[in-house]
């Protein structure tokens, strides 16, 4: 399983980024896709997941109403649109893709393949 990342950039606070995770080498079907970052000096935090199978998300507390994440199993591609960026969102955003047909968690040990990541930078 390779899982890829892309999209990341600089933007100025309240803009807009979309992320992307392209995945292959496994089927959608029994799969969840999560999206995860680490800013600088600080624990990995879970964003967003999504369960391929009904693609049902669940988000964050902190970026809920801002991002949206959103599946396209035909390409076994994972996107991210966020929204309304704020400074603190600035971080390495990773995709990372754990065996989940339902409910994803954003839990990173449960994850088993993991993205390089990907740098988003809010300016204020």
């Known amino acids: 399983v390779q899982l890829q990342a892309s999209g990341g950039g600089l933007v100025q606070a309240g803009g807009s980024l979309r992320l992307s995770c392209a995945a292959s080498?496994?089927?959608?079907?029994?799969?969840?896709i999560g999206w995860f970052r680490q800013a600088s000096g600080r624990e990995r935090e879970g964003v967003a997941c999504?369960?391929?199978?009904?693609?049902?998300?669940y988000y964050a507390e902190s970026v809920r109403g801002r991002f949206t994440i959103s599946s396209n199993n035909a390409r076994n591609t994972v996107s991210l649109q966020m929204n309304n960026l704020q400074p603190e969102d600035t971080a390495v955003y990773y995709c990372?893709?754990?065996?989940?047909?339902?409910?994803?968690?954003?839990?990173?040990?449960?994850?088993?393949?993991w993205g390089q990541g990907t740098l988003v930078t809010v300016s204020s």
């Open positions: 080498g496994f089927t959608a079907e029994h799969r969840s």
């Open positions: 990372a893709e754990m065996w989940r047909p339902y409910s994803c968690l954003l839990v990173s040990y449960e994850y088993e393949h």
């Open positions: 999504i369960s391929l199978n009904d693609r049902d998300p």
